[in-house]
Nanobody, 123 residues
Framework: QVQLVESGGGLVQAGGSLRLSCAAS????????MAWFRQAPGKEREFVAS????????NYADSVQGRFTASRDNAKNTVYLQMNSLKPEDTAVYYC????????????????WGQGTQVTVSS
């Protein structure tokens, strides 16, 4: 049974930082592309970042490029999202997702999802 469990969300002031974690089990983590998506109230789920098997290849949405950094520790089956210079528009539920082998920006391409963690950025 695949499980993705996010943690690290919370309330932070604009300009602050948070680090999200996603612990994975039940899959071959080192063969998975891991991604972060987010969904704000009334909006569609949107791609935030992805990271390839080895952690070398990363992709970011334009809106977070230069502020967010994805990383992974394959020994711990965990992926991270370091979020700096947070803005009120970053407020959303953040989801961790996994798929085997190939990266994608599309939520529908990911078969495994976490339950989400709330990030709220106050102005």
């Amino acid at each position: 049974q695949v499980q993705l469990v996010e943690s690290g969300g919370g309330l932070v002031q604009a300009g602050g930082s948070l680090r999200l974690s996603c612990a994975a089990s039940g899959l071959t983590f080192s063969n998975c592309v891991m991604a972060w998506f987010r969904q704000a109230p009334g909006k569609e789920r949107e791609f935030v970042a992805s990271i390839g098997w080895t952690g070398v290849t990363t992709n970011y949405a334009d809106s977070v490029q230069g502020r967010f950094t994805a990383s992974r520790d394959n020994a711990k089956n965990t992926v991270y999202l370091q979020m700096n210079s947070l803005k009120p528009e970053d407020t959303a539920v953040y989801y961790c997702a996994a798929r085997y082998f190939r990266a994608s920006f599309k939520a529908s391409d990911y078969g495994y999802w976490g339950q989400g963690t709330q990030v709220t950025v106050s102005s």
